[in-house]
């Protein structure tokens, strides 16, 4: 049961992100870049996105690290072109927000699957399965909606800050990795029970539940 977990993981966490990359890439492409399209990236074929570090030796380290206990990553992010979008202003953030919002529709479908399933089916293993589900793509959205480089939530914070925050804008954006290394270690934490409160509030029942 362990390694068949440990498996399941590994594939949410695939598709999850593949999903999410995708929608960047759709968005882009229903404003008018095809970037994305002309790279082959508009496809739910996880090989095509695999990031050495962020698909593989990241989640690797991360489970190592928690003893099993928890596996995250990403892939590598669909590119486009903001200068071929007919909305120059707020096309970026329009791009930004696809991804974590592909992410919740996943959640919110399959966590009210799970709350309304068939009490036949609650003694299988599929319960567990769409639990990971859920909570996998609640912790991308989540966490991808930070306002830190390179994550999608600082397209959000630059489409709306004003043009006189120019600097500001350079300085972000400079020392946006620091950032985000700073995020990964101690605001990453901080978001688990937003997660964890939403996945209860979808499912109608805890994480531990499951």
């Excluded at 400079?174 to 509030?201: D, E, H, K, N, S």
């Amino acid at each position: 049961m362990g390694s068949l977990l440990i498996v399941f993981q590994i594939l949410v966490l695939l598709f999850s992100v593949v999903i999410h990359e995708v929608a960047h890439g759709a968005m882009a492409l229903s404003l008018g870049d095809q970037t994305a399209k002309r790279l082959g990236r508009l496809t739910l074929n996880p090989v095509v996105h695999l990031d050495l570090v962020g698909s593989i030796l990241l989640p690797i380290f991360l489970y190592i690290i928690s003893m099993g206990g928890f596996v995250f990553g990403y892939a590598k992010p669909v590119p486009y072109n903001p200068l071929n979008l007919r909305d120059r202003r707020y096309g970026p953030a329009k791009v930004a927000i696809a991804g974590p919002l592909a992410n919740i529709i996943v959640a919110l479908i399959f966590g009210l699957a799970l709350r309304f399933l068939p009490a036949g089916l609650t003694l299988s293993i599929i319960p567990q399965l769409f639990a990971l589900i859920v909570f996998m793509n609640l912790l991308l959205a989540i966490f991808n909606l930070i306002p830190i480089p390179p994550l999608d939530g600082h397209w959000l914070l630059l489409t709306f800050l004003p043009d006189s925050l120019h600097h500001f804008k350079q300085a972000y954006l400079q020392y946006g990795m620091i950032l985000f290394i700073f995020a990964l270690f101690f605001i990453f934490p901080t978001i688990l029970p937003a997660v964890t409160g939403l996945f209860r509030l979808i499912v109608g029942a805890p994480i531990d539940f499951f």
